[in-house]
């Protein structure tokens, strides 16, 4: 698992997420047993856990030596997870997706209404947590959540758009990735009853963190392959969705090829070709940059927290983000 490894000086991590994952699934259980398998279904799929993950490395961060997470922790981490869960069922059902975490997809199996109503199960479950959290937790969550859809409905409205920007692009992914990355570390700081400064600076961080994410998230999607992704590659590009690599495309040389290709529906072949013009634009080089320039701020922030293992570990998650997106563009 990608933050196992990232986070692995933590030594307490891989007993955390384990207890994480029994809570995880706890969290979902209902009286109808046909409901529990839907909203199980990604669970059991797996995943990295990185908003939960971050949630507990950022509880430590002022003890110098890394503790097992408390209760409140843990079910803070279970929050944000489930909003995330939520949130994919839902994107799942907007672009049709039909695999995700390499199985099929929740909609996939059981149609477009029961995806969205287990997606909203999921976040009434997240909710109900939040509120056993503390008001501030609970108000936090929900904001959030108003956040991930302000930002989805960005996204939506400069679909198929070719003059699509990088600030339109930016505001989107700050509410559809950054914020909830932002609130996953702040809930960790608030439940394990961090100093105030302390609390806004690793909001600051998942923020820096989220945005990064997203932009490596999306560089992948025109490098890797099906496998490596463990859903369909190029499918933003099928959706009429252009993220930042596209947008620097089209001011490069192969701009007017390539925007002649995109702006409507586009066949498998077209993908193809269009991925590959993007590829020899530089615009997933430049990408890449910008994807450093939030790992930069997400370091800087990092600095102005005490010394542990838990800031190292936050540390070492922020410098692997960058070589997985190199690796491929390198390769």
């Given at each position: 698992m990608v933050l196992v490894s990232s986070l692995s000086v933590l030594p307490t991590l891989a007993n955390d997420l384990s207890e994480l994952e029994?809570?995880?699934?706890?969290?979902?259980?209902?009286?109808?047993?046909?409901?529990?398998?839907?909203?199980?279904?990604?669970?059991?799929?797996?995943?990295?856990?990185v908003r939960p993950g971050f949630t507990i490395a950022s509880s430590g961060i002022e003890t110098p030596k890394a503790v097992a997470a408390s209760y409140?922790?843990?079910?803070?981490?279970?929050?944000?997870?489930?909003?995330?869960?939520?949130?994919?069922?839902?994107?799942?059902?907007?672009?049709?997706?039909?695999?995700?975490?390499?199985?099929?997809?929740?909609?996939?199996?059981?149609?477009?209404?029961?995806?969205?109503?287990?997606?909203?199960?999921?976040?009434?479950?997240?909710?109900?947590?939040?509120?056993?959290?503390?008001?501030?937790?609970?108000?936090?969550?929900?904001?959030?959540?108003?956040?991930?859809?302000e930002g989805q409905i960005l996204e939506l409205q400069s679909t198929f758009k070719l003059d699509r920007n990088e600030s339109s692009y930016e505001r989107s992914i700050?509410?559809?990735?950054a914020s909830l990355l932002a609130t996953a570390c702040r809930i960790g700081g608030l439940t394990a009853d961090l100093s105030r400064d302390n609390i806004d600076i690793l909001t600051s961080f998942g923020h820096s963190y989220g945005m990064a994410f997203q932009i490596v998230d999306d560089i992948l999607d025109l490098v890797s392959t099906d496998e490596q992704l463990g859903k369909p590659s190029?499918?933003?590009?099928?959706?009429?969705?252009?993220?930042l690599p596209v947008i620097f495309a089209f001011a490069s040389n192969n701009g007017e090829e390539l925007k002649?290709?995109?702006?409507?529906?586009?066949?498998v072949e077209e993908r193809d070709h269009a991925r590959n013009l993007i590829r020899a634009s530089g615009g997933v080089s430049e990408a890449l940059s910008r994807a450093r320039l939030w790992t930069d701020k997400a370091s800087a922030a990092l600095n102005d927290l005490p010394p542990s293992e838990s800031t190292e570990a936050?540390?070492?998650?922020?410098?692997?983000?960058?070589?997985?997106?190199?690796t491929p563009v390198i390769n």
């Open positions: 029994v809570k995880l699934q706890d969290s979902v259980i209902a009286e109808d047993k046909y409901l529990t398998e839907i909203a199980s279904h990604l669970i059991t799929a797996g995943g990295k856990r409140d922790v843990l079910m803070g981490g279970v929050a944000v997870e489930l909003v995330h869960l939520g949130s994919l069922y839902h994107d799942d059902v907007m672009d049709e997706a039909e695999m995700r975490r390499t199985v099929p997809s929740v909609n996939a199996i059981w149609g477009n209404l029961t995806a969205i109503l287990a997606g909203d199960f999921l976040l009434a479950r997240a909710s109900g947590i939040a509120a056993s959290l503390g008001t501030e937790v609970a108000e936090l969550l929900a904001g959030t959540i108003g956040e991930l859809c700050s509410g559809k990735t190029g499918n933003d590009l099928m959706e009429g969705v252009y993220t002649e290709l995109l702006g409507k529906e586009i066949s936050l540390g070492a998650a922020t410098t692997h983000l960058i070589q997985r997106a190199a």
